[in-house]
């Protein structure tokens, strides 16, 4: 008991002590510079001078200032590896990119149908369901298994390139469209052309990252589909087709 004691009073020392002398380099302490393009009334940090595309200075907590390239990661290679900025981004197109599949994948099915089901395989309402949290527990295993390999085999292609590439990696390069890679509708940009290309993947990305939140959550809340929801608004009232009405009934 008076062991315990003495170790409360220690700590509660311990608190009050003077700081140590160190500094340590964190985010927190980071230069940043007020009135970004993205927050007016706020402030980015000086890493975001806008050298990536789509980088508007919006970064409030300073995450572009801590070593994200090198920190638990097992392909940095010291000198021949993206810059930390860089490493940022490539994770963003991943998500993002990942995100817009998913908000296809809620719309889709709802708006346009869903696949036959089978009753050798799952059963012949299998695919029918068109809320994506209700599917998921409905379709065969071996068709999880389909998405889990195909996206482990795009994810293994892409560190795989990302090794090859080293420092001169472009990054989200998955060896689809950009250059030097599989081009089957011969695109071909000017570097501008290009750049607003890659400009507008990110907004693309960035906007389908908040659906895909917004859609997972309402169809968790609602236990229904998008479309289902959605179409009501688009339906004209009753009274709306009475002349002289202009006001709800009731009021």
């Known amino acids: 008991m008076k062991l315990a004691a003495l170790s409360l009073l220690a700590g509660s020392a311990a608190a009050f002590a003077p700081a140590q002398n160190s500094k340590v380099s ?17 402030s980015a940090p000086t890493t975001l001078d806008g050298s990536l595309v789509g980088d508007v200075g919006f970064d409030p907590i300073g995450f572009s200032t801590a070593p994200f390239a090198s920190f638990n990661n097992p392909l940095y290679k010291e000198g ?42 799952g059963g012949a309402d299998a695919f029918s369901y068109v809320n994506p949290l209700e ?31 080293g420092k001169n990696r472009i990054s989200g390069d998955i060896g689809l469209g950009y250059p030097g890679g599989w081009n089957p509708f011969n695109l071909n940009y000017s570097p501008e052309e290009y750049a607003e290309k890659q400009l507008q993947e990110i907004k693309h990305c960035r ?45």
């Open 135 to 165: 599917a998921i527990t409905h379709v065969p295993d071996l068709a999880i298994y389909q998405i889990v390999g195909g996206m482990a085999w795009v994810e293994y292609q892409r560190v795989q390139r990302i090794k090859a590439q």
């Open 207 to 251: 906007l389908a990252m908040i659906g895909a939140f917004g859609l997972f959550f309402q169809a968790l809340n609602s236990g229904t589909d998008i479309v289902s929801q959605l179409s009501p608004a688009f339906a004209a009232p009753e009274y709306a087709a009475k002349a002289g009405y202009f006001l709800p009934q009731g009021i």
């Open 26 to 42: 964190t985010a927190l302490n980071a230069e940043f510079f007020d009135s970004p393009r993205a927050l007016p009334f706020g």
């Open 80 to 121: 021949d590896f993206m810059t930390d900025l860089q490493w940022l981004r490539e994770a963003e197109l991943t998500h993002g990119r990942i995100a817009q599949l998913a908000v296809v994948g809620f719309i889709w099915p709802a708006l346009f149908g869903t696949f036959p089901g089978n009753e050798n395989f």
